[in-house]
């Protein structure tokens, strides 16, 4: 099987996810109020729109947090003194000093001259300022920029999970984080004190969701009053706000619960759910009176972005239920089917590991030949069964055997460990199929689903991001992972469900074998448009047939399933693909010099070319200033593939042709990819005022078309 890997030029594109979101303070709020959410991240200065998923929701302002700067000891006493008169509902202003040349050193900033007019959250920032020591330790620039956006939550909105992003112009410019509405009160941890005050006690009633955030060495203690027999539940959101963290160890925040009675011990503690790190704590309370909920993280540590969400009600905690995946296969439950009672496939098998050491065995009748499939749902379902599957004969000989396949890191479960297996039957007869947990363990929350089936190749492909900014008729460089599902190994064929004024350009197809690929968008409007929802449709041919001429009945299609997902690092090595819900595209304007060259033909989607030929890629080039130049690459392209030489004709009605000629060595291998040519425009800018002018270059690529190599 071909596999070549295609690092996807992001150019333009890329400056437009330089915008992050790294948390949100509170990450959710209560249907029928309004909530101050503060936004922590990169770069969001400018930001004046937020894109929210879902209906129920209205942003009413976005504002952003300037930089505040470092200031002397009589100002900070200064500014001490003012912002404790404000809460204290003081309404005369402290007494500047009476030297001059004092006050002219004092620094400026929006926020030191409308004390009076802050909301208490810019408040609480402006105290943290000037009250709480810089840690350089814990600065990061993923989350130093800050904006502050207004939520007005509808009383009729559906309680559930939506997604925040921030929009800069008309463009997405940000990576999605959750945020949750409930029905629930919702309680904000208190904000910083202001000297001489101390800090406020952190309380709560029941039932409520607290919102919170872990700042280096700090536990937060909560405090509630609970009777004797009430049976309560505290389900954290840690790691599910945010997933991965690039730059610390295990890149997540790791919650811990510790439930503490009104004498300060402590009766129960919690540090996860199963597999799942964030933490469910349920019990019974003993006795009446004032008890504690302490929160920290597992190793003390600490930041702006550690935020949690803790939801504590009455009640059980959630019950455990497997959903089945969505497959075209009859379902058999496993109560219907004796222990080692022979099971006609295909089938859909749901079962459950309950006690530790326990193994299912089914029996199977495979004649020789034949292929079949038996693949386990449980871990990326939310089981806790670590699965080791294998099949053996009538004889007691072991035919097949995994124990965790290697699938793409795609979701937030980090654990792989769901086995698959595809095998041959070497003889007609009957197998027994065996599936057990790798450490022995058992409970009910060791269930699963066990497919027993024929091969049904088919695929899922990967879409990041999940918003994409596209531009204006030129090429916009989108990445694709493919996964191959049961030996899966055709072309793929791509088309767009989005507006009209976008499209895909050039090759429109992934080569059967690839693994990672690039396709190309562009838009064709010139408006400013708001972000839009789209899809991306994937198919493939179910037959083989090479007739296509118009007496013959349309190939049939079938779809594979298609994800949009945003690329976050974890712990400094991991790169995992985080799904979202909607795929949003956008257009903006192309860079410098992108609308001066196109394909001749812009109907061209692929380049034939021999090993040991060559094969010429014709340009249309607008006339551009004397002194600016040109220059095309094929980068990332497999060893043996180049640009051999560019030709130029001579310029007429503003255009000519551009030749390149592209050669494959006589020695490379037989392959179909996609790649772009990229293009480098070195061009002299506009004098400036003191009449200076300038060198840059600017970078775009052309469509990527599907270069098809074939042996000489």
């Not at 079949?372 to 053996?392: C, K, N, Q, Y």
């Not at 899966?488 to 080569?511: R, Y």
Request: overall charge positive; proline content about 8%.
């Amino acid at each position: 099987m071909r596999k070549f890997l295609i690092p996807v030029l992001l150019l333009a594109s890329a400056g437009l996810q330089a915008q992050h979101i790294g948390y949100l303070i509170p990450s959710g709020g209560k249907a029928g109020e309004t909530v101050d959410v503060l936004v922590g991240g990169q770069q969001l200065w400018n930001i004046k729109k937020v894109w929210i998923s879902g209906d129920g929701i209205t942003v009413e302002s976005v504002v952003s947090v300037p930089g505040i700067p470092q200031i002397s000891g009589p100002q900070r006493k200064y500014l001490s003194k003012l912002i404790y008169h404000r809460i204290t509902g003081k309404n005369e202003a402290p007494k500047k000093p009476d030297n001059e040349e004092e006050l002219k050193s004092w620094r400026k900033h929006s926020y030191f001259d409308t004390v009076d007019q802050l909301t208490p959250l810019q408040l609480h920032l402006l105290s943290v300022h000037l009250f709480v020591p810089p840690n350089p330790l814990q600065m990061s620039p993923a989350i130093n920029s800050k904006c502050i956006i207004r939520l007005k939550i509808a009383p009729d909105a559906k309680p559930g999970r939506r997604e925040i992003r921030l929009i800069r112009g008309n463009c997405i410019c940000s990576n999605p984080l959750p945020f949750y509405v409930d029905s629930l009160p919702e309680v904000l941890e208190p904000f910083h004190p202001v000297p001489p005050q101390k800090r406020a006690k952190y309380e709560f009633n029941l039932p409520s969701v607290l919102n919170g955030q872990i700042m280096p060495g700090e536990t937060d203690v909560w405090h509630f009053y609970a009777r004797k027999g009430d049976r309560l539940v505290f389900q954290t959101f840690a790691r599910t706000l945010i997933p991965f963290m690039g730059d610390c160890v295990p890149g997540y925040f790791q919650c811990i619960l510790e439930l503490r009675d009104p004498r300060d011990r402590c009766i129960a503690v919690a540090d996860d759910n199963g597999f799942e790190p964030d933490p469910l704590l349920a019990c019974t309370i003993p006795e009446d009176g004032e008890y504690t909920l302490h929160v920290r993280d597992a190793l003390y540590r600490g930041r702006a972005d550690f935020v949690y969400r803790i939801r504590a009600y009455f009640g059980n905690e959630p019950e455990f239920k497997l959903v089945p995946p969505a497959l075209d296969l009859p379902e058999k439950k496993q109560r219907d089917i004796p222990p080692g009672g022979e099971v006609k496939f295909p089938v859909l098998i749901s079962g459950c590991l309950e006690k530790p050491g326990q193994t299912d065995t089914f029996v199977i009748h495979a004649e020789k030949g034949g292929k079949i499939v038996v693949e386990v749902f449980a871990r990326r379902l939310g089981s806790s069964l670590d699965s080791r599957l294998s099949v053996t004969d009538d004889s007691g000989k072991q035919v097949a055997s995994n124990d965790d396949y290697a699938r793409p890191l795609t979701g937030t479960v980090l654990q792989h460990t769901d086995s698959y297996l595809c095998f041959t039957a070497p003889k007609t007869g009957k197998y027994t199929v065996q599936i057990t947990d790798t450490a022995k363990l058992g409970s009910r929350k060791h269930a699963y689903f066990l497919r027993i089936d024929r091969p049904r190749p088919s695929f899922r492909l990967y879409i990041a991001p999940s918003s994409v900014a596209v531009m204006h008729f030129t090429a916009t460089p989108l990445k694709i992972r493919i996964e191959p599902l049961d030996g899966f190994n055709e072309d793929i064929h791509l088309s767009l469900k989005a507006p009209k004024h976008f499209s895909v350009i050039g090759s429109n197809i992934i080569p059967a074998g690839t693994r990672n690929s690039v396709i190309t968008l562009r838009s064709s409007s010139r408006k400013h448009l708001p972000p839009e929802k789209a899809e991306l449709i994937a198919e493939y041919y179910t037959d083989s047939r090479g007739c296509r001429c118009c007496s013959c009945k349309p190939r049939p299609k079938k779809r594979g399933q298609v994800f949009y997902g945003d690329e976050d690092t974890q712990a400094f090595a991991y790169t995992h693909l985080i799904l979202s819900r909607d795929w949003l595209l956008s257009k903006i304007w192309g860079p410098t010099g992108s609308g001066l060259i196109s394909l001749a033909n812009p109907k061209q989607t692929g380049v034939n070319i021999r090993a040991g030929g060559t094969a010429l890629l014709q340009l249309s080039q607008a006339k551009f200033p004397a002194g600016n130049t040109m220059k095309f690459e094929l980068r990332n392209a497999p060893a043996g593939l180049s640009i051999e030489k560019t030709e130029t004709g001579e310029f007429s009605r503003g255009r000519r042709k551009v030749i390149l000629t592209l050669k494959a060595e006589k020695n490379i291998k037989p392959l179909r990819v996609n790649l772009p040519v990229t293009v480098v425009y070195s061009f002299k800018t506009r004098p400036d005022k003191n009449g200076k002018i300038f060198q840059r270059k600017s970078e775009f690529i052309l469509p990527a078309l599907l270069f098809n190599i074939t042996g000489d």
